[in-house]
């Protein structure tokens, strides 16, 4: 028989370490918080698709690259594939909707999903990449338009890396701009295209090149750049922070997230593989507002 006052020394036992499991469980959703929680200036709101723990139930992401479907679904790698992320109301929903990763992808205007693979560009057909195109360089690397049927190229294993080169969907490749330091990110609307090096912004049209911004001195290499449909709104990265422009200067509106940028349906997307943690991020409109204003 179990006397009164076992019971009374099992029960305070099982309090302990129930006390015990919800201080570790607590100090565990706090830490993850805390890994994956970014900052922002006021008027701009976050919403997390991958966190450091999502991301180790999924398998590690690899590499630099994610796009942005129509529908506001995600598009990015890991080592078993291409994976296809949708928010839902309780979390995320995720799809592979390839078995092998290509050596860079984006969308076109349309949502067409546009790869190189093995020094071939192509695209997606029947859940498997074509090998259309045979390009002049290994590593070439494909920048993103929002442009139907369009795309960019650049980079390269003893190219011109230099040179930003504008692929069309009849099968012409031509040279869209050269500009003096190698080229690292494009991207587009109908009135320009916008050029990152390390460590400047150019704006192209059919009438010139100009320079948008010169990094100042102590500012992190440029990784990443994004701009609007309308021409308002540019974004660019380094590796930790995210900047908006506001006439000549440069804000930093995610201070301690950066990486690749996509602005997708109003949204700044930021992917950073160092985090493991990509948001996408609304309110941009307010930016530009209060940039008019002068605040």
Same mark, same amino acid.
């Given at each position: 028989?179990?006397?009164?006052?076992?019971?009374?020394?099992?029960?305070?036992g099982?309090?302990?370490?129930?006390?015990?499991?919800v201080?570790?469980?607590w100090?565990?959703?706090k830490r993850?918080?805390?890994?994956s929680?970014?900052?922002?200036?006021?008027?701009?709101?976050?919403?997390?698709?991958?966190t450091?723990?999502?991301?180790?139930?999924?398998?590690e992401?690899?590499?630099?690259?994610?796009?942005?479907?129509?529908? %506001?679904?995600?598009?990015?790698?890991? %080592?078993?594939?291409?994976?296809?992320?949708?928010?839902?109301?309780? *979390?995320i929903?995720?799809?592979?909707?390839?078995?092998? +990763?290509p #050596?860079?992808?984006?969308?076109?205007?349309?949502?067409?999903?546009?790869?190189?693979? +093995?020094?071939?560009?192509? +695209?997606?057909?029947?859940?498997e990449f074509?090998?259309?195109v045979?390009?002049?360089?290994?590593?070439?690397?494909?920048?993103?338009?929002?442009?139907a049927?369009?795309?960019?190229?650049? *980079?390269?294993?003893?190219?011109e890396?230099?040179?930003?080169?504008?692929f069309?969907? #009849?099968?012409?490749?031509?040279?869209?701009?050269?500009?003096?330091?190698?080229?690292?990110?494009v991207?587009d609307?109908?009135?320009?295209?916008?050029?990152?090096?390390?460590?400047?912004?150019?704006?192209?049209?059919?009438?010139?090149?100009?320079t948008?911004?010169?990094?100042?001195? *102590?500012?992190?290499?440029?990784v990443?750049?994004?701009?609007s449909?309308?021409?308002?709104?540019?974004?660019?990265?380094?590796?930790?922070?995210?900047?908006?422009?506001?006439?000549?200067?440069?804000?930093?509106?995610?201070? #301690?997230? *950066?990486?690749t940028?996509?602005?997708?349906?109003?949204?700044?997307?930021v992917?950073s593989?160092?985090?493991?943690?990509?948001?996408?991020?609304?309110?941009v409109?307010?930016?530009?507002?209060?940039?008019?204003?002068?605040?």
């Open positions: 028989m179990v006397s009164h006052l076992q019971l009374k020394l099992i029960a305070a099982l309090l302990v370490i129930a006390l015990g499991w201080w570790w469980a100090h565990r959703t993850d918080l805390q890994t929680e970014v900052h922002t200036v006021q008027g701009l709101v976050v919403q997390y698709i991958l450091p723990e999502r991301v180790n139930a999924i398998g992401m690899r590499g630099t690259e994610f796009d942005v479907e129509p529908n %506001g679904s995600v598009l990015i790698g890991n %080592g078993e594939g291409l994976l296809e992320i949708t928010t839902t109301a309780d *979390g929903h995720v799809d592979r909707i390839t078995e092998k +990763q #050596d860079s992808f984006c969308l076109d205007g349309q949502g067409s999903l546009l790869s190189i693979s +093995q020094q071939y560009f192509g +695209q997606l057909e029947n859940s074509s090998q259309a045979p390009l002049p360089y290994k590593n070439m690397r494909l920048g993103a338009s929002s442009l049927e369009s795309t960019y190229l650049f *980079g390269g294993d003893g190219g890396g230099q040179r930003v080169y504008a069309f969907g #009849d099968g012409t490749l031509q040279i869209e701009a050269q500009i003096p330091e190698n080229v690292i990110a991207s609307n109908a009135s320009a295209v916008y050029i990152a090096s390390q460590q400047a912004i150019y704006r192209v049209t059919s009438r010139r090149i100009e948008v911004l010169r990094a100042p001195d *102590g500012l992190d290499n440029i990443s750049l994004a701009v449909s309308d021409d308002k709104e540019l974004f660019f990265a380094t590796e930790k922070e995210t900047f908006f422009m506001s006439g000549l200067s440069a804000v930093a509106v995610l201070p #301690d997230i *950066g990486g940028l996509r602005f997708r349906n109003r949204k700044l997307y992917w593989p160092v985090r493991q943690t990509l948001i996408a991020v609304s309110g409109d307010d930016l530009v507002s209060r940039s008019k204003n002068g605040q």
